[in-house]
């Protein structure tokens, strides 16, 4: 998928890692060619510096969006979202962060849930890296109280999971 989006940006370095920064960040399009996230108008010339490029790059990529079906679509719904990871602990909320042997497997994210269920605790934001974006993926579980010991032996015994962090 990303790479259907990227390669339309192939022949435009400048214009690729603009788009780059866009998905990174969940960046929207709108039907004006303003980069938003949201209602807020982000400035192209901050897009520009984050890229590595100069402000026009930003423009021309806008205008390649807008002329495009299928990224005119993709960049006005995608959407930005509060991830909880960073203050979690500050809202007394455990995390756990499970880094998978194969992030391709199918079922880890089941796995996981089910094990973390099976211990009384629940998961109120679950997230996963996406493999485009990231060399080393994660699964990463917000949950409502702070995770015991007990849960983290267990989902080590998972053969789906390489190793687990919490905080």
Same mark, same amino acid.
């Given at each position: 998928?990303?790479?259907? +989006? *990227?390669? %339309?940006?192939?022949?435009?370095?400048?214009?690729?890692?603009?788009? /780059?920064?866009? *998905?990174?960040?969940?960046?929207?399009?709108?039907?004006?060619?303003?980069?938003?996230?949201?209602?807020?108008?982000?400035?192209?010339? /901050? +897009?520009?510096?984050? #890229?590595?490029?100069? %402000? &026009? #790059?930003?423009?021309?990529?806008?205008? =390649?969006?807008?002329?495009?079906?299928?990224?005119?679509?993709?960049?006005?719904?995608?959407?930005?979202?509060?991830?909880? &990871?960073?203050?979690?602990?500050?809202?007394?909320?455990?995390? +756990?962060?499970?880094?998978? &042997?194969?992030?391709?497997? $199918?079922?880890?994210?089941?796995?996981?849930?089910?094990?973390?269920?099976?211990?009384?605790? !629940?998961? &109120?934001? #679950?997230?996963?890296?996406?493999?485009?974006?990231?060399?080393?993926?994660?699964?990463?579980? $917000? !949950?409502?109280?702070?995770?015991?010991?007990?849960?983290? /032996? %267990?989902?080590?015994?998972? =053969?789906?999971?390489?190793?687990?962090?919490?905080?």
């Amino acid at each position: 998928m990303w790479s259907g +989006i *990227l390669a %339309r940006f192939a022949k435009f370095p400048a214009q690729e890692r603009v788009a /780059e920064v866009l *998905l990174e960040h969940g960046f929207q399009v709108d039907s004006a060619g303003a980069v938003v996230s949201g209602s807020i108008r982000i400035p192209d010339t /901050e +897009i520009a510096r984050e #890229a590595k490029v100069d %402000r &026009r #790059a930003v423009d021309e990529t806008t205008a =390649t969006i807008l002329g495009d079906e299928m990224l005119k679509d993709f960049f006005s719904n995608i959407k930005t979202f509060v991830f909880l &990871r960073d203050v979690a602990p500050v809202l007394g909320l455990g995390v +756990i962060v499970i880094t998978p &042997r194969d992030a391709s497997q $199918i079922g880890i994210i089941e796995g996981v849930a089910q094990t973390v269920a099976a211990c009384g605790v !629940c998961v &109120r934001q #679950a997230v996963t890296d996406d493999s485009y974006f990231v060399d080393d993926p994660k699964l990463t579980l $917000i !949950c409502d109280t702070r995770v015991p010991g007990a849960l983290v /032996e %267990r989902l080590l015994r998972l =053969t789906s999971v390489k190793g687990v962090a919490i905080f």
